[in-house]
């Protein structure tokens, strides 16, 4: 379509994220960072005690807010990318 995807480079920016590399992660995708920290937050999330952690539902509401705030910023840059301000 000649259109840049909105994940293009985004394997790459989580490689190097996860190798501690974090400026090549961005360079690679701007929201690979954010995608790898919440990622990593995530993770950590699932080892602590329930008592540590709020009621499920305001846990999934978090969820929800953080998957629709990634989405609307690979939307974001997506229209971005394409019409050629990045370089």
């Known amino acids: ?3 840049l995807c909105p994940g293009c480079g985004m ?3 989580l490689i ?3 190798s501690y ?3 090549l992660s961005f360079r690679y995708h701007p929201l690979g960072p954010v995608i790898g920290i919440g990622a990593v937050l995530f993770w950590l999330a699932s080892f602590w005690p329930e008592r540590w952690l709020q009621a499920k539902m305001e846990s999934q509401k978090f969820l929800q807010r ?3 705030g990634i989405l609307g910023l690979l939307v974001t840059w997506t229209i971005y990318r394409n019409l050629g301000f990045f370089i």
Do not use: I
């Open 1 to 3: 379509t000649g259109l």
């Open 11 to 13: 394997t790459r920016s």
């Open 16 to 18: 190097s994220f996860f």
């Open 21 to 23: 590399n974090w400026p």
């Open 66 to 68: 953080y998957a629709w």
